[in-house]
Antibody
Framework: QVQLQESGPGLVKPSETLSLTCSVS????????VTWIRQSPGKGLEVIGY???????YYNPSLKSRALILLDMSKNRLSLHLKSVTAADTAVYYC?????????WGQGTLVTVSS | EIVLDQSPATLSLSPGERATLSCRAS??????LAWYQQKAGQAPRLLIY???NRATGIPARFSGSGSGTDFTLTISGLEAEDSAVYYC????????FGGGTKVEI
């Protein structure tokens, strides 16, 4: 079964860009979508957006174009970039397989936005 | 945005009992509803998709039902390992999650 693992800095300063990577193993992501989801005490579980192996992306309108998801198929990984972060973006960030039902999930990575 | 309201917020039961969790949508989601289990310190895990289909490897004691705006997750014969927070999620109109129900055993 495909496994996913998130990585990236655990601390980001306000107004800067949050950048995370999701590595997919053991096979490539040629056959599925991958979605970024975050979880915070205040907002619960929130879908950020997802990407298809064609490179097509779909984003949560509430993020007001701050999010960008990119795909690097040669390295079996994708990235999330969230610009102009505030304390409200503090959350555990997950990548998950699929774009409607999410399975499997990575273990998640905590990102704190603070100066 | 479709809002999912889960009730109760917390459910305290004994091993062997049956748990009935509710998820109500602010508008119809047909049967495009999934359920997830999240244990402490772990990522969520898909239990049920399309309202009533168990995901791979999910025990038969987990079952889902409903359509339109009202859905139920039933856990029959509760086991200690079922202690977790359970979330519903819809994919009818974008993708949103409910606030969760905590099951204590």
């Amino acid at each position: 079964q495909v496994q996913l693992q998130e990585s990236g800095p655990g601390l980001v300063k306000p107004s800067e860009t949050l950048s995370l990577t999701c590595s997919v193993s053991p096979d490539s992501i040629r056959s599925q979508y991958v979605t970024w989801i975050r979880q915070s005490p205040g907002k619960g579980l929130e879908v950020i957006g997802y990407i298809h192996n064609s490179g097509s992306t779909y984003y949560n309108p509430s993020l007001k174009s701050r999010a960008l998801i990119l795909l690097d198929m040669s390295k079996n990984r994708l990235s999330l970039h969230l610009k102009s972060v505030t304390a409200a973006d503090t959350a555990v960030y997950y990548c998950a397989g699929g774009a409607g039902n999410f399975d499997p999930w990575g273990q998640g990575t905590l990102v704190t936005v603070s100066s | 945005e479709i809002v999912l309201d889960q009730s109760p917020a917390t459910l305290s039961l004994s091993p062997g009992e049956r748990a009935t969790l509710s998820c109500r949508a602010s508008q119809s989601v047909d049967t495009f509803l999934a359920w997830y289990q999240q244990k402490a310190g772990q990522a969520p895990r898909l239990l049920i998709y399309d309202a009533s289909n168990r995901a791979t490897g999910i025990p038969a004691r987990f079952s889902g039902s409903g359509s339109g705006t009202d859905f139920t997750l039933t856990i029959s014969g509760l086991e200690a390992e079922d202690s977790a927070v359970y979330y519903c999620q819809q994919r009818r109109n974008w993708l949103t999650f409910g606030g969760g129900t905590k099951v204590e055993i």
